[in-house]
């Protein structure tokens, strides 16, 4: 029923513009389906779950320049003065902020330092025993610090003998399971591992392993000081907005930096990521659009040549739907050569992004999910002009334009 | 002729207004998303300092064990240990040469009228400012007497002496820095680059220090950095005078090298020392490594252009494909139905070579003016990058060269589809039109 004959040799007849079609039903198949595989890999990203509830924190840092403060005493009173601002859950020192892209990271080994042996990365925190409380999180399996095991100290004489670990980092230093109990090496300080949080990330969402982590109850306060604050979500805007003032009445010689919402701070750290997906997502739907716009200019095109042949056509008898048929199949016929041609591009494509770029490796429901979607859009956009053509009446034959 | 051709591709246009439109359009946008990725792009890999970036050399020295890791491509460390940074700092040769770290300090006025700030500082050598050709407004780089003494001397940038001075001469004033006084010895004119590439650890796109001080001050003040701090083995440090005897590297090196020779004997130099330093013992290292990377070589290597946005701008030049087949497929249409126009025009004595011309002036007019909307979108793309990235806020912009690029590349890739369409048109057949109708 289908006249795919007939329709193939008219092609034949005027090959360039189909040809151009064809370029660029290709092409686009090859763009979208790999833009939309970043797009896709790059929303998973974003929305991850860090395990922390990120609309309650914020943080800072103090950069204190009196050389005669005592500043473990004064960063204990600085810590009393913020947990008792109304609207504050906790807060406390830390030595990196969360997702924040700056911290430290070390290699937590099963031997000490002198025997060398292979090591797991991981981020670290440090914090007294409120740790787990201001980040929002808590303990899956085991305890928390007790108060008596947290050191506090300016140098590291005195190390402290427990750490708290991710699942991930606890997975990957005991592949065997039972954790809770082992020691780790932190340089040449052991540390018995005592509790296990199921998913807490480090400060680099971008590390090799965001998800192993180590919480070490250790607070050796410093002239520039990371401050982590958790509120309850709603006041945090007005708490955050006194901060400044609150910590210079506290003390006047220092100065407050970097006051930020954690979910702000995580944005900023991502913000390339963002720019990347949203510039994608604008490339893919203007060339949706493009190719689209090309497609019925080419039908409408070929439409207005033919019409004397249509309007012939129609006078023989050929029903509306038989020429509506005739456009659809003519345009069906580029769009799978494209789409074929187009799906190799992806595959090629693909492979070079993930070579040299490194993207990871395209997923192939990708470029089908495409492939059918340009299909549709050719289809389309093929029906309008093709209604209008069917539309041509057969009088227009026996005139002579 | 060529006024007249432009008169007729006007006309041409007006006649087929909504497909005239269309091709515009497609180009226009075309041009638009190429020319913002190309922008950030360019703005990345622009050449910091284009008159002596290939004389400028990052050192690095592997002063690890055989075998271990590093995150760059050959395994080297990006920056120095301080003991290394001193003593090639304090070397002879060659003449230009400096170490230099970053840190923050505060800084305070003796009077309650300025208010406490934080002032990232860059802690380096007084070579420093001939090598990065930094010039002075007033007064000038601290002496090497001073150097060697660590006096508490300072360089401000113009920002920061128009902060605290109003822009008057402030040389020989004091200013505090974290409760040390410190002595004003010059002002530099302000620093303005995109790429911070003599130190890109904190984000390839930061401003530059505000505030320059010796670096032999780093000991007596006992200077904590303010950038990465990296060891590979490990050491037991408990006090600062530890920590700069430490195996951990937190500090840049460049020298300035003028010609092949200076280069040559500088690599000499450095396989020397470090050989030296092999046989005390620090590092198990069958044969010594190191690396001397001029300006532009040292930021690939530092990866400034990422590679998402390499990939932006592969896709947005197919995606300029993409319109371009469009194009050729509605300037078929366009010129295949002006063939009686054409085959008129034949007979009247038009050779085929100025039927070409007057075509290609057509697709290049469309060109132009797709181009010039191009510049309109890719400026409403830029400032969606603005809004989008902090970071990469002063790099989304045009210069002149980009707005120059917009337009030439509309009219090349116009002229690049246009020239099949006009080849077909201008070989019609004047018989066939001038025939009855």
Redesign the interface.
Known sequence: MLEIKPVFSALLRSK??AV??L??IA??T??VS??AF?INDRIDYLSQETGYPEDEIFSFTV?S???NLDISQKFEETETMLRNIPGVENAGLFNASPLSG?GSATGLSLAP??ERGPDVRTAYYQADENALDILGLSVSQGRNFRADEVIVSQ???VFPQVVIVSRALAKELFPEGDVLGQTVYF??DPLEIIGIVELMKGPWLQDSKPDNVAIIPFVSAS??QHIIVRTQSEQRAAIMRQIEDLMLEDHG?R?I?GLKEMDVRKA?YN??????L???V??II??LL??A??IF??TV?NI??RTKQIGTRRALGARKSAIINYFLVENAMICSIGVTIGSIGALFLGRV?LE????PALDNMYILFTALFVIAISLLSVLMPANKAANISPSIATRS? | MFLHYIDLSWRSMKRTPLVSMLMILAIAVGIGITMTSLSVYHMMSMDPIPHKSDKLFSVQLNTTDDGNNWWTEDDVPLQLTYKDAMALHNADTPERKTASVRALFTVQMDDKEVKPFLASTRVTGRDFFPIFDLEFVYGDAWTSEQEASATPVVVLDEETNDRLFAGENSVGKQVYLDDTAFRIVGVIKQWRIHTKYYDLNNGAFNSPESIFMPITLIAPLEIQNMGNTNGWKYEEINTFQERLQSEMFWLQFWVELNTPEELKNYSDYLQAYLSEQGTKGRFERKTPQFNLKDVNEWMQYNKVVSADNKVLVGLSFLFLAVCLANILGLLLGKFLRRAPEVGVRRALGASKRQIFIQHLVEVSMLGLLGGVIGIAIAQLGLWGVRFTSNEYASLATMDIKMLLAAPAIAISACILAGIYPAWLVCRTQPAIYLKTQ
Do not use: C, W
């Open positions: 360039a513009g151009m079609l370029i660029q092409l686009t090859a763009i790999n833009a970043i950069k320049f009196d050389p700056s330092a002198s140098t590291r004489d340089g040449s002239a520039f010689k100065v930096i900023e913000s390339s990521n963002t720019l990347m949203r510039m994608l604008v490339l203007v060339l493009v190719t716009l090309g200019g080419l095109f207005n040549k992004l040299h770029y490194s993207i334009i």
